[in-house]
């Protein structure tokens, strides 16, 4: 008997991750690219997402079903009908799906239910799934969002610290960042930080948690602070859906998945206005979203 098979496909801005899963969701193959986010480099990100499928294709002895891709950058520049035709054509005409990164993960997240997936590691967003329909509150970026995010951590945390260099008050977030940025004083932190890239800035989020793990008052305000700030995204999107409302919420990223301290503020947070909320963390293996998938939108490339 002819081996069925899915391919899902996760394309992000650093790396791009093919999966092969058999039709009961076991995991066959895995194959690796380059950045398949489209809205930066489209052709690059075609080609290194069509190169991972075709290494699948090539290596199991079988007949793929579907490919799903969920693309960063996609929801930018649309045409996902468009986009997937061109993918199938690289990839022997098979049928293929574009949809976002975001919608991906909660296919992954929620494993087909609707509900709600919350993302927050450089940046942040909430989504919902609900009937189809995709619910987003907040993902607008480091200036004019992404609460509860590292980057959003650690911005708090260094305004934290400013603040008390200015009074001249003890606060251990002032030794922390001129470690970090291995300086001698604050004034010199400042200058570097406006050099810094946006992810090497957001993983400066983990000594402040971990300063706030120690018990410090101002590293722990500043994650209760973000923490309720991601809470009030959340509740804001579950006030969106329609009733009944689903109360299950997945939730994935380094900073979700690494920091209790803020998952508790979050929940607990979350839970004084929906108190069903259901919590869970998402296994961040978002090409399997593509076992989950109902959508029958499946293209294929043809001529015109």
């Known amino acids: 008997m002819t081996l069925k098979y899915l391919i899902g496909v996760d394309a992000g801005g650093t790396h791009t991750t093919a999966i092969a899963y058999d039709l009961k969701g076991q995991k066959l193959a895995e194959a690796q690219a380059g950045p398949g986010q489209v809205n930066t480099d489209y052709n ?22 579907r490919i799903l891709c969920g693309m960063a950058g996609l929801s930018v520049i649309g045409h996902a009908p468009e986009v997937a035709a061109e993918i199938s ?5 098979l049928p293929t799906r574009a949809v976002t990164d975001s919608l991906l993960a909660l296919y992954n997240g929620l494993e087909g239910e609707d509900g709600g997936l919350v993302i927050a590691g450089t940046g942040s967003v909430f989504n919902g799934l609900q009937h189809g329909s995709i619910i987003t ?13 590292g980057y959003a951590i650690s911005l708090s945390a260094l305004k934290s610290a400013l603040l008390s260099w200015d009074k001249r008050e003890d606060n251990e977030l002032i030794g922390m960042f001129n470690k970090l940025f291995k300086v001698d004083n ?10 810094t890239s946006n992810s090497d800035f957001a993983s400066m989020a983990v000594s402040v948690a971990q300063l706030a793990d120690k018990g410090d008052p101002f590293a722990s305000a500043v994650i209760k602070e973000q923490a309720e700030l ?40 979350v839970h004084e206005k929906y108190p069903e909320a259901q919590f869970s963390i998402s296994n961040g293996e978002n090409a399997r979203g593509v076992i989950f998938d109902k959508s029958k939108d499946y293209r294929y490339f043809t001529s015109h």
């Open 186 to 195: 604050l004034n010199d932190a400042t200058a570097k930080f406006y050099k």
């Open 137 to 149: 509150t907040g993902g607008y970026g480091s200036i004019l969002g992404d609460e509860g995010s």
């Open 44 to 65: 690059n990100a075609i080609t290194n997402i069509t190169k991972a499928i075709n290494e699948l294709v090539d290596e199991i002895d079988g007949d793929c079903q």
């Open 89 to 93: 054509a690289k990839v022997d005409n």
């Open 230 to 269: 991601l809470a009030r995204d959340i509740t804001i999107g579950m006030d969106r859906y329609e009733e009944p409302k689903p109360m299950k919420i997945a939730l994935t990223g380094s900073v979700l998945a690494n920091n209790q301290m803020l998952r508790n503020f979050l929940e607990d947070k």
